[in-house]
């Protein structure tokens, strides 16, 4: 391969981290306050909700699936914990893996309903959306919870880096040991590229599907612990959009929306904080909160835009070798 090909394709490749960089330079010339540390910081921060739920979006979709129920998820775990610990005074040390738990019970549901029962996964987590919320609103009766009083650990931190960014980097190294340097991400990886090819060379796809799923809901409860150490409250707009940020987020870090491609480092979390970079940017250029929606649906088709076209020419250029 000639230089500039190989120039362009290693662009491709990397394109999450140039995109990145690309924005935080455009909104550091805007203002140069933007490119501080301690902004850069702040924006990861920020950043961990989503990119902790992102990361199972990532393996999800890797699969070729998707889990639009990620955000009622995260709002039913925080009111069962807002419930225990107002109403019933349990400790956080036992809220917090009860969060977990409901995560893998509602992640379980959807893996049966799609790797057992073979329906389709956007109608099936859609449907779970729904449910979710709706369970989560009966069991709140729609009132606000303040638990600002029960969840002062998410304000510390450990060496100087504050305890959501440590969550979201504990996270995502664990996703990217197991689906980088295990043979179950391996049979994740041929499962996503041809289901019934792997299924012939052995790969158990139902079992890997299942755990997937579960490995969501298992994040998305994650991320409603960060969310719920950083807001401090539980009320109905809690987790309401999160599923399509953390498809964006996804899609953003190269990870293919038809499955078998795709890193959760550098790519998700190059993803997650171009996200919060971008609404950062709005706030600082002091743009109508109601260009947030417009802004994340755009987000999403350029995603899938970037997606497409990456694929189609990284094929011809690795073709042209």
Not at 50 to 62: E, S
Not at 133 to 141: C, D, E, F, I, K
Not at 154 to 179: D, K
């Given at each position: 391969?000639?230089g ?18 690309g ?100 109608v ?37 880096v ?12 664990a996703a ?35 755990a ?26 809690f ?83």
């Amino acid at each position: 391969m000639t230089g500039p090909r190989r120039l362009i394709l290693l662009a491709l490749e990397h394109a999450p981290l140039l995109l990145l960089a690309g924005v935080l330079l455009a909104f550091g010339a805007v203002s140069p306050r933007f490119l501080c540390p301690q902004n850069l910081v702040d924006l990861l921060v920020q950043s961990a909700s989503v990119g902790i739920v992102a990361t199972g979006m990532t393996i999800v979709l890797l699969s070729g699936g998707i889990d639009l129920s990620v955000g009622a998820l995260m709002y039913v775990a925080a009111a069962a914990a807002g419930l225990l610990l107002r109403n019933a005074g349990a400790p956080v040390a036992i809220v917090l893996p009860l969060m977990l738990l409901i995560g893998v019970t509602f992640g379980a549901v959807n893996g049966l309903l799609v790797a057992g029962l073979r329906l389709l996964p956007f109608v099936v987590t859609l449907a779970t959306l729904y449910a979710g919320r709706g369970l989560a609103l009966w069991m709140t009766q729609t009132k606000a919870m303040n638990l600002t009083a029960y969840l002062s650990f998410g304000a510390g931190s450990v060496l100087g880096v504050p305890m959501p960014v440590w969550m979201l980097l504990g996270v995502m190294a664990a996703a990217h040991v197991l689906l980088a340097h295990t043979p179950w991400g391996r049979q994740l990886y041929a499962l996503g590229h041809d289901r019934e090819a792997a299924r012939k060379a052995g790969v158990a796809t139902g079992r890997v599907l299942f755990a997937c799923y579960v490995l969501s809901g298992l994040c998305a409860a994650g991320g409603a612990i960060v969310s719920l150490t950083q807001l401090g409250a539980v009320s109905q707009k809690f987790g309401l959009g999160v599923e399509f940020e953390a498809i964006a987020a996804a899609a953003l870090g190269g990870t293919s929306l038809f499955g078998g491609r795709g890193k959760v480092l550098p790519g998700t979390l190059a993803g997650a904080v171009l996200l919060r970079a971008i609404y950062s940017g709005l706030v600082m250029m002091k743009a109508s909160e109601y260009a947030y929606p417009l802004v994340t649906s755009a987000i999403v088709f350029l995603a899938v835009l970037i997606d497409v076209g990456r694929t189609a020419a990284m094929k011809r250029l690795a073709g042209a070798r």
